[in-house]
């Protein structure tokens, strides 16, 4: 049990980290459906990890490892890189961010992201 838990956490940890997925425009046209295959992937990364038959439910796959679905967890990652830059100490990041996310909205991609995540 402790391998799979452990495969399971690489497997998250190695799919995350290297796509900078905070900078992804999640919620818009073609890259949805990127996103779409991205998770689809991810998940049946998940399946051969935890040696799962190829018909388990994709919704049954993260209760059954103990993680938040892929889109969610896309989505808290990027609402904790919105935070940060808007919480920052330097003065441009704060004010792009800001700008980007109360009034340039659906033109700015940090705005269209933060609109996304509502």
């Not at 949805?32 to 992937?41: E, H, K, M, W, Y």
């Not at 799962?52 to 808290?76: I, Q």
Request: aromatic content about 8%; glycine content about 6%; charged content about 15%.
């Amino acid at each position: 049990m402790c391998f799979l838990v452990n495969m399971t956490q690489l497997l998250n940890c190695h799919s995350l980290e290297h796509i900078a997925a905070v900078l992804w425009q999640c919620h818009m046209g073609l890259n949805l459906l990127v996103v779409d295959a991205f998770c689809a992937i991810w998940r049946k990364g998940l399946r051969r990890v935890w040696n799962l038959p190829h018909n388990t439910h994709c919704e049954l796959l993260p209760l059954l490892c103990g993680l938040l679905p892929l889109m969610d967890e896309l989505a808290r990652r990027c609402a904790t890189f919105i935070n940060g830059c808007l919480d920052s100490d330097c003065d441009v990041v704060n004010f792009v961010t800001r700008h980007g996310v109360y009034f340039r909205r659906i033109l700015s991609p940090i705005g269209r992201n933060s609109l996304g995540l509502l």
